[in-house]
């Protein structure tokens, strides 16, 4: 079975750092892009980063670049999420998500399948 | 980044047919056959139920269809089921290397 663990999340105070793991199993998670999303609690989606199956290509949304670093480790089927100098609006679950394959062929960018289950990062003083 | 444009809350009696809109723009949803749609029940990861603008995943009620008309997406849902009652997110891709989803749409099966 694909499934996808997050962990890592926790309290921190403004300024802090953070860094996200994701364990993946059920598939040979070096042939796969990964994504993190992030859900505030009570709104929207929000996608966060990308990164390709080699980690030799990186994406990142407008509003975290410079302060989230995504990396991967394929020796051990795992994604992780630098955070650092967090702030209040940071608050979120964080999902993990692969790109999305379906009957043999990938899916274009921007479908995410599967998710785990999500960390919540809470940023307060 | 702005989001995509969805409406907050749609809602439907059981039976009934509804449909979703995604507002985009030239940038993504007119851009690229890359829409993907999402259903999400509280405290639960969100699942894909649509990609590639009109592609189901196995497993996904033929209830479900997806369309495209310029920067506009759709998601329909046919003979709405008590369990369709959730939030539906739309995600595009969006030149250059980005990804964007829409503000979510809370369906209620009345």
């Known amino acids: 079975e694909v499934q996808l663990e997050e962990s890592g999340g926790g309290l921190v105070h403004p300024g802090g750092s953070l860094r996200l793991s994701c364990a993946a199993s059920g598939f040979t998670f070096s042939t796969y892009e990964m994504n993190w999303v992030r859900q505030a609690p009570g709104k929207g989606l929000e996608w966060v980063s990308y990164i390709s199956s080699s980690g030799a290509t990186i994406y990142y949304a407008d509003s975290v670049q410079g302060r989230f670093t995504i990396s991967r480790d394929n020796t051990k089927n795992s994604l992780f999420l630098q955070i650092d100098r967090l702030r209040g609006e940071d608050t979120a679950v964080y999902f993990c998500?692969?790109?999305?394959?379906?009957?043999?062929?990938?899916?274009?960018?921007?479908?995410?399948?599967?998710w785990g289950q999500g960390t919540l990062v809470t940023v307060s003083s | 980044q702005s989001a995509l444009t969805q409406p907050a809350f749609v809602s439907g009696s059981p039976g009934q047919s509804i449909s979703i809109s995604c507002n985009g723009t030239?940038?993504?949803?007119?851009?690229?056959?890359?829409v993907s749609w999402y259903q999400q029940h509280p405290g639960k990861a969100p699942k894909v139920i649509i990609y590639d603008v009109s592609n189901r995943p196995s497993g996904v009620s033929n209830r479900f269809s997806g369309s495209k008309s310029g920067n506009t997406a759709s998601l329909s849902i046919s003979g709405l089921q008590s369990e369709d009652e959730a939030d539906y997110y739309c995600c595009s891709y969006r030149r250059i290397n980005r990804r964007v989803f829409g503000g979510g749409t809370k369906l209620t099966v009345l």
């Open positions: 998500a692969r790109g999305g394959e379906f009957g043999g062929f990938l899916a274009g960018p921007g479908t995410f399948d599967p």
């Open positions: 030239s940038s993504d949803i007119g851009a690229y056959d890359y």
